[in-house]
């Protein structure tokens, strides 16, 4: 039901804006959140959204060089990532869930397909 598309290679310092779609979920009434795994590593939380209170959410990792942001009318959530280093460098998740905006994967129910982002020169 989520897709997440946008990944790609890109260069240190550069940018690249995830996009998350929705096929059977109307993304306006849903908290959307942004995860990522590394290779040997855990998933961690990036960023959240959540459509009852506006309110967002970052990791200490990326706060100030990613931005969420939605479009309803496109029922999508984007995610821009820029200043990128090569520790940004993971497969990126995007999913939806009922609680208010939280960077713990617990808390949402629907997941879509990652997209690979690799920060490499």
């Known amino acids: 039901q989520l897709q997440a598309s946008g990944g790609g290679l890109v260069r240190p310092g550069g940018s690249l804006r995830l996009s998350c779609a929705a096929s059977?979920?109307?993304?306006?009434?849903?908290?959307i959140g942004w995860f990522r795994q590394a290779p040997g590593n855990e998933r961690e939380g990036v960023a959240c959204s959540s459509s009852k209170n506006s309110s967002t959410e970052y990791a200490s990792s990326v706060k100030g060089r990613f931005t969420i942001s939605r479009d309803g009318a496109k029922n999508a959530v984007f995610l821009q990532m820029n200043s990128l280093t090569p520790e940004d460098t993971a497969v990126y998740y995007c999913?939806?869930?009922?609680?208010?905006?939280?960077?713990?994967?617990?808390?949402?129910?629907?997941w879509g397909r990652g997209t690979l982002v690799t920060v490499s020169s």
């Open positions: 999913a939806a869930g009922v609680y208010l905006c939280g960077l713990v994967s617990s808390r949402y129910e629907y």
């Open positions: 059977e979920i109307d993304l306006n009434y849903w908290t």
